[in-house]
């Protein structure tokens, strides 16, 4: 399995930014594909973004499309998230996953992830 270590999290306020980062330490991250989930209090985790494993495709829940962006840096095994004009529907613990095997292209759905991340607290305050 893939070792992931999500940081960037914290308070922002409405219509700030925050950029999350997911550190790998497989070397071989690169052949893996990401994504980035979310739980909020009393709610089932859900979906967010995802990219495959050279970047070239992403994918987007709608709630986040045209806010948040998903990219990667292979040479630093490292996912981003970028999340802007943020609003306190997206206060969250945000996790990092990627699918048990390599090449393979990313799902929305938490089955499709065998390796997850500790998470990383977003607050949004209005």
């Known amino acids: 399995q893939v070792q992931l270590v999500e940081s960037g999290g914290g308070l922002v306020q409405a219509g700030g930014s925050l950029r999350l980062s997911c550190a790998a330490s497989l070397r071989t991250f690169g052949a893996y594909s990401a994504g980035w989930f979310r739980q909020a209090p009393g709610k089932e985790r859900e979906f967010v973004a995802a990219?495959?494993?050279?970047?070239?495709?992403?994918y987007y829940a709608d709630s986040v499309k045209d806010r948040f962006t998903i990219f990667r840096d292979n040479a630093l095994n490292t996912v981003y998230l970028q999340m802007n004009k943020l609003n306190p529907e997206d206060t969250a613990v945000y996790y990092c996953?990627?699918?048990?095997?390599?090449?393979?292209?990313?799902?929305?759905?938490?089955?499709?992830?065998?390796?997850w991340g500790q998470g990383t607290q977003v607050t949004v305050s209005s």
């Open positions: 990219i495959n494993w050279s970047g070239s495709s992403t």
């Open positions: 996953a990627a699918p048990s095997k390599m090449f393979v292209l990313p799902t929305t759905t938490e089955s499709g992830f065998g390796s």
